[in-house]
């Protein structure tokens, strides 16, 4: 099944250049006319452009490498598809797959909960001797990520674009297609929930 | 509340040029005890985020990446070059629904045994086409076209088993047996002037063969094209010489043997023609044992030992092997 892609984003009322993040249109629109026609060099420029990127928002997301790794492929084989059925992003490549990739991290959460095989937190942890700093700081790398897996999906979505991917407010307000004000507060109403969380799992 | 949310906008923002939480608080006394948590939360999750990844990571995404994108390539072109554009379909269609108005179906009737050459030839493949066409569902055009693709492979058997030369083109499954080339139980013979695909065709790849039969009773091969993996093509009969040789023939022995074996003296015929070509001794005595049928046993001395078996079970002479699966 493919997602529909979000609505194109309206680039000028950016009130700053934001063409390291968000694409021109026309720049997008000359990778959109190589995907459809399967280009192998504009598949491999759009995949080393943007896998990183995406793999990073998934294992920030789910805490699970191999997870990560099977989402951000998934994501661009589902933007090739997409193109050749004639349903290609129209704008904003960027916004797109991180759509996209947030679709397929809920869906993978979905499932995972369904049928729970072992805790989020879990999946990170690696058994072995190690120096007691780096096993505290572990321990509160699990505690974070199992207070974060707790959030609500835009919650997660909102924190994963600002913290893990490092976007500004208004990058991330093009990514997700919101306006700043609105990521504003979702934002704010992220990181109370977290801290919420957090002070949950310290005092269990 | 709006003022809260401006203002932790602008902490972050002091946060990530560095400054810790404590200082940036002391420029909003008033809100510091509700910023505080939020600030805390923000820097958490900041530490938990991850690092790019590695290279063998990123070399086994770019492989299923680009795989995809080739399968999608080429599944592109091959329906493209398969399928008649829309007006010709159209025009085409035309005449065969005059052709059939003025002599009845009786026409198609008699050129359903027709092959490559003849003169009833072009009206089987356009009442073909006219099928192809009028099939609306993708699902019964899919069908038909697997029927047709078995038809292609029928009708270059029966030409080789006549020993004719003609033009043709049909689809299946490209094997080898000893060290010979076939697609679906067909012999090939591949040139130096023969265009090959880019990649390496591997035994049990799908393939397109353009070509010519010849009075040997062997496909030239002009062209022969790649099909995207897993495309369903006709597997052919069964190539007789492996019945007593190793695993390899007998996975195809086994795939053929679901299809009739009506062609198996064409073929018997046909790879001796193709192991002299070649001075395939060896293969030239296999064939004749096997084309004699109960003599698996003389032939079972060429393929070494443990063919005691198949020796007994295969008597049946000609027919598939099925015992030695």
Redesign the interface.
């Known amino acids: 099944m493919l997602y529909s892609a979000p609505r194109s984003v309206i680039l000028s009322h950016l009130p700053f250049d934001k063409t390291n993040v968000i694409m021109t249109t026309s720049d997008s629109q000359s990778e959109i006319k190589g995907l459809q ?2 280009d ?1 060099k504009v ?2 420029e759009i ?1 080393d452009r943007y ?2 990127e995406i ?2 928002y998934a ?2 997301r789910i805490g699970d ?1 191999t997870a990560a ?1 099977d989402i ?2 998934d994501v ?2 589902r933007l ?2 997409a193109s ?1 059925s004639g349903h290609p992003p129209r704008s904003n490549l960027r916004g797109w797959l991180i759509g996209t990739a947030s679709h397929v991290v809920t869906d993978h959460l979905r499932r995972k909960y369904s049928r729970p095989t072992e805790s989020l937190s879990d999946s990170l942890a690696d058994p072995g001797p190690e120096p007691a700093s780096q096993l505290d700081r572990r321990e ?2 699990r505690a ?2 199992s ?2 897996a707790r959030l609500t999906s835009d919650q997660q979505h909102v ?1 994963a674009l ?5 976007y500004s ?1 208004e990058e991330t307000a093009a990514l997700i297609n919101k306006k700043v ?1 609105a990521v ?2 979702l ?2 109403r992220a ?2 929930s ?2 919420r969380e ?1 002070g949950e799992v310290d005092d269990e | 509340m ?1 003022d ?3 203002i ?2 602008t902490c ?1 923002q002091e946060l990530d040029k560095g400054r810790n939480v404590e200082s940036i608080l002391t420029a909003y006394p008033e809100k510091s005890n509700q910023l505080r ?2 600030l ?3 820097q ?10 590695g290279p063998e ?2 070399r ?3 492989a ?3 795989q ?3 399968e ?2 080429e599944r ?1 072109p091959v329906a493209n070059k398969r399928a008649i554009p829309m007006v010709q379909r159209l025009a085409f269609s035309f005449v065969v629904a005059a052709l059939l108005v003025v002599s009845g179906t009786g026409l198609v009737r008699a050129s359903s045994y027709s092959l490559p050459g003849e003169n009833l030839y072009s009206v089987k493949r356009s009442w073909e086409g006219l099928r192809l066409l009028l099939a609306l569902d993708e699902d019964i055009r899919s069908d038909l076209e697997f029927e047709f693709e078995n038809e292609r492979l029928e009708e270059v058997s029966e030409l080789i088993s006549e020993g004719r030369t003609e033009t043709i083109q049909f689809a299946g499954v490209f094997m080898e047996v000893n060290g010979m080339p076939y697609v679906s139980g067909v012999p090939i013979l591949i040139t130096e002037n023969t265009q090959l695909p880019d990649q390496v065709v591997e035994v049990g790849s799908s393939v397109i063969v353009l070509g010519h039969t010849n009075k040997q009773g062997i496909v030239e091969v002009e062209k022969l094209e790649l099909l995207p993996q897993g495309t369903i093509v006709p597997v052919g009969s069964p190539v007789e010489v492996e019945d007593k040789l190793d695993g390899e023939g007998n996975a195809n022995d086994a795939e053929g043997s679901e299809i009739d074996s009506k062609v198996d003296n064409g073929f018997d015929d046909n790879v001796n023609s193709h192991g002299n070509g070649n001075d395939n001794n060896e293969n030239e005595n296999l064939n004749e044992n096997n084309s004699n049928g109960n003599g698996s046993n003389s032939g079972s001395s060429h393929s070494g030992g443990g063919d005691d078996d198949d020796g007994d079970s295969g008597s049946g002479g000609g027919g598939d092997d099925d015992d030695d699966d």
Do not use: C, W
Not at chain 2, 44 to 53: G, L
């Open positions: 026609d399967h192998p598949v491999g995949y896998f990183p793999y990073r294992l920030y490498q790794e951000a492929s661009i084989v090739l598809e050749k509160t790398h974070v990520h207070a974060y924190l600002r913290f893990g991917q490092g407010i004000n504003k507060a934002q704010f990181l109370a977290l801290q957090l | 709006n809260l949310m401006e932790l906008e972050l948590p939020l805390t939360a923000a958490r999750a900041r530490e938990i985020s991850v690092p790019d990844p990571v990123i086994r995404g770019r299923k990446v680009m995809h994108a080739m999608l390539r592109q």
